[in-house]
């Protein structure tokens, strides 16, 4: 299982700082004792309020490059507080990886409250995602109606395809 440590502090204080160590020791553990293979570490200082934070942009990139099975982390709060924390977990939960907690001992259980805003949540964007498809499909069937030809917006289609044709000349082997 490969897996990604994620540690979060939110001042530069100097015991911050041991906390950092303390957590990516901590996670490490975790990782070991149920055999995960640890990709990659990422530690920053920053609010867990704020959404807009390079390790997590780092962390949801790296967990679509190195298809990342499990996030480790201190406690829910060290990927974010409020808002900030529902997104990324639907984010996280989205690409089907799991999250690990020194607090749980395990995998994450989120509250009841929680799971009941991530399913709403996820609700609110399949909705948003057929309404976007719905208006695609009625810009289309409009343009198409009032003379639009999509056959003709095809770059080249009098082109090559893209594969070449090679020939070959077969000799006859005599045995």
Do not use: W
Not at 34 to 51: H, L, P, Q, R
């Amino acid at each position: 299982m490969k897996a990604l440590i994620y540690a979060r502090v939110s001042t530069n204080k100097e015991q911050q700082q041991t906390s950092l160590k303390r957590q990516e020791e901590e996670l490490s553990e975790i990782a070991a004792a149920n055999g995960m293979e640890v990709v990659k570490v990422i530690s920053e200082k920053a609010s867990g309020y704020e959404m807009d934070r390079d390790g997590v942009f780092e962390m949801l990139d790296e967990i679509k490059k190195s298809h990342i099975d499990a996030i480790l982390v201190q406690d829910e709060t060290r990927l974010g507080r409020g808002n900030a924390k529902i997104a990324l977990l639907h984010c996280i939960y989205r690409e089907n990886v799991k999250i690990y907690t020194t607090a749980h001992k395990g995998e994450l259980e989120l509250s009841e409250a929680d799971t009941m805003v991530l399913e709403i949540v996820s609700i609110v964007e399949e909705y948003q995602r057929k309404i976007h498809n719905m208006k695609i499909r009625r810009g289309m069937k409009r343009a198409v109606k009032n003379g639009y030809k999509p056959e003709r917006n095809l770059k080249n289609r009098h082109e090559n395809s893209g594969k070449e044709k090679k020939r070959f000349r077969f000799r006859k082997l005599s045995g």
